[in-house]
């Protein structure tokens, strides 16, 4: 492990982070648009069965305005299995049809890498509750090695319910085979799409709470940089743990800040000529992007803008900085 401070670190992520701002990362040892934009087809989760029997449950959402405040509250239920092993609560994601990408008129996207918007269709999949925790990353860490070896205790920030930091992509895609080997079933990181819709879960203002954030509702670097008209608030320097904040309409949590989530895709600078399916988008032969892999959600240490649903980022696959972590799909 390596030692940066906030400055370079920064720089660093200027330089290769193209939306990933960082804005306020300190010293750190784990380093290495129409209404109609979005369609939700009434839940039909995956059938198949090599899954657990589905469970439900109740939650309540929130809707913020400009200031931050609560302006609507909306009672839900949704549905999930259990993966006994790790203790996952994998959400039943229904299929659909969304916008995916920042709408013209949305702050945050400063270098065009979310545009332009297009139309995606989306199948049913399942996405894991919370971010992957500690104590499910120590149980699959002593799994048998299928390519490489995992650090059981990664993290710089310690306790069992916080999400695992730290960790890297390939790292990731460890965690994902070797729980797929032991239980059967298909885990794997979520392709870019698969997440966006996820988060958005039917909404597509810039959260998916609406306009803005507060840390009431959202841990990241909430001292300076507002994005709408929100109070300023907490700056925590710290994940919290997995559930702390309200969850989206599809029962999903944590998806704006605490920890970047690597997603499945390789980096492309931007969407001209991407697919317009759920599927992960193959490496541009021509492209130096290729080495990259993307970031969705934003972290405890990035200004508002870069939590927003739309905003991308990109690291390379084998860094470990504590303001990276992951959830996992199957289908």
Known sequence: MIKVNRRKFCQWISLIGAGVGMAAILDRKNIVSPSTATAIIPPQPPQNSSFPPRQSFSFET??????????????????????????????????GTFIMGTPDGEKGDFTGSDKPQRLVKVNSFYLSKYPITQKQWQIVANIPKINRDLNPNPSHFQGDNL???????YDAIEFCERLARATGR?????????????????????????ATLTSEFANYYAIKFPY???????????????????PNAFGLYD?????????????????KNAP??????????????????????????TELRECRSASRGQFSPDNRYSVLGFRIASS
């Open 163 to 169: 999400p695992v930091d730290s960790i890297s992509w």
């Open 228 to 246: 709408a008209v929100e109070r300023e608030s907490e700056f925590r320097a710290k994940t919290t743990p997995v559930g702390s904040f309200p």
């Open 186 to 210: 298909n885990y794997r990181l979520p392709s870019e799409a698969q997440w966006e819709y996820a988060c958005r879960a039917g909404t597509t203002t810039p959260f998916y709470f609406g």
């Open 62 to 95: 929130v809707t913020l305005d400009p200031s931050g405040f609560v302006i609507e509250r909306n009672s839900r239920s949704a549905e999930y299995y259990s993966e006994t092993l790790a203790g996952l609560e994998m959400i039943a994601i229904p299929a």
């Open 276 to 301: 317009n399916d759920d599927q992960v988008w193959p490496a541009d032969p021509n492209s130096t992007g290729n080495r990259y892999r993307v970031l969705r959600g934003g972290g405890w240490g």
């Open 255 to 271: 998806l704006h800040g605490s920890l970047y989530e690597w997603c499945a895709d390789p980096w492309h600078r931007n969407y």
